[in-house]
């Protein structure tokens, strides 16, 4: 089993750039699919992109492309979510998940297999 930790979570004002990783305690990242999942306060959980065990293949929700951008490090197992361009309706708590799943299916199915305990993203005006 692996378990998921996020970092990088804070607060940001509208426009600027935050960008959060997600490391495994006690197993590994390498072989999974890794997404970004969000909920912001009074909503359901939603998916917002995913990546490829290989880096090679991504899968992203229509609200975040061309500002958010997902890549793998998997020499220090790290997957990291680099969002720009923020806006006051990204404000959420982010999670990353792990799945043995294509990130096109991680999309659809809203699902993953291990999860993170999540950081908050906090966008001001």
């Known amino acids: 089993q692996v378990q998921l930790v996020e970092s990088g979570g804070g607060s940001v004002q509208a426009g600027g750039s935050l960008r959060l990783s997600c490391t495994a305690s006690g197993g590994t990242l390498r072989r999974y699919t890794v997404g970004w999942f969000r909920q912001a306060p009074g909503k359901e959980r939603a998916f917002v992109t995913a990546i490829s065990w290989t880096g090679e293949n991504t899968y992203s929700a229509d609200s975040v492309k061309g500002r958010f951008t997902i890549t793998r490090d998997n020499a220090i197992d790290t997957v990291f979510l680099q969002m720009n361009s923020l806006k006051l309706e990204d404000t959420a708590i982010y999670y990353c998940?792990?799945?043995?799943?294509?990130?096109?299916?991680?999309?659809?199915?809203?699902?993953?297999?291990?999860w993170g305990q999540g950081t908050q993203v906090t966008v001001s005006s």
């Open positions: 998940a792990a799945a043995w799943s294509t990130p096109q299916s991680m999309g659809l199915t809203n699902e993953g297999d291990f």
